[in-house]
């Protein structure tokens, strides 16, 4: 079975800082991990995904994420938060053998000016 | 233009009620779903609908039916609700049916059931 762990379920910082929102996962089989974002009255928007290729995935709006096998994380980072990216983000961990998607609880990101 | 859309945004109803959400998307998709999202952000998939293929997840009780008229739309009927039913219910669609690591799947913005 899969699952993911979302280690915060609120991050705060400061317009201009750095952000980073923590993920592990489980997978019995090699899978594709993604960060969805989603606004307050909004879909769910996909930021990134990793699957088995560079470990290192760039994303939307600055964000990016690495793959680590060792560690089983798919850490979220962002070198410098605007006022913009204050939402809610989800990791999520699919088997690539179906199409079952399992989310993690979310981290709501708050940013200060 | 929104991609995906649902209605209505909130629903409010007594149990043992019979309701619908509409899910509709104008990109063409060919593959449609129906998650929920439960009190603690959890979203599990209920429904997978491609090309009249109907791929059900297992835990899903048989109150629950999607209904497809066309490609473009995927409605949630949910029959003699209950309390445990309260949640949020997210549509989304894709490209294809080879899962969300070959093709992107994009999101409504959910609908809110309370069952009082």
């Known amino acids: 079975a899969q699952s993911v762990t979302q280690l915060d379920s609120h991050v705060s910082v400061s317009e201009g800082t750095p952000v980073l929102l923590r993920c592990n996962y489980s997978?019995?089989?090699?899978?594709?991990l993604f960060w969805y974002v989603q606004h307050p009255n909004k879909g769910l928007q996909l930021l990134l995904k990793y699957t088995s290729a560079a470990t290192l995935v760039k994303g939307i709006n600055g964000f990016e994420a690495e793959f680590k096998k060792s560690e089983t994380s798919f850490h979220l980072t962002k070198p410098s938060a605007h006022m913009s990216d204050a939402a809610e983000y989800f990791c999520?961990?699919?088997?690539?053998?179906?199409?079952?998607?399992?989310f993690g609880a979310g981290t709501r990101l708050t940013v200060k000016p | 233009d929104t991609a995906v859309s649902q209605t209505p945004k909130y629903l409010v109803t007594q149990m043992g009620n019979d309701k619908s959400i509409k899910c509709e998307q104008n990109?063409?998709?060919?593959?449609m779903y129906w998650y929920k999202q439960d009190s603690k952000k959890f979203l599990k998939i209920m429904f997978s609908y491609n090309n009249k293929e109907l791929i059900i997840n297992e835990t899903v009780p048989n109150r629950f039916s999607p209904k497809s008229p066309d490609k473009a739309h995927l409605n949630l009927h949910i029959n003699s609700l209950e309390l445990g039913d309260s949640a949020v219910y997210f549509c989304?669609?894709?490209?294809?049916?080879?899962?969300?690591?070959?093709?992107?799947?994009?999101f409504g913005p959910g609908t809110r059931l309370t069952v009082t």
């Open positions: 999520v961990v699919s088997d690539n053998n179906n199409n079952d998607m399992r």
């Open positions: 989304a669609s894709s490209q294809g049916l080879a899962g969300p690591a070959f093709y992107e799947q994009y």
């Open positions: 997978s019995s089989y090699s899978p594709s």
């Open positions: 990109l063409g998709h060919d593959t």
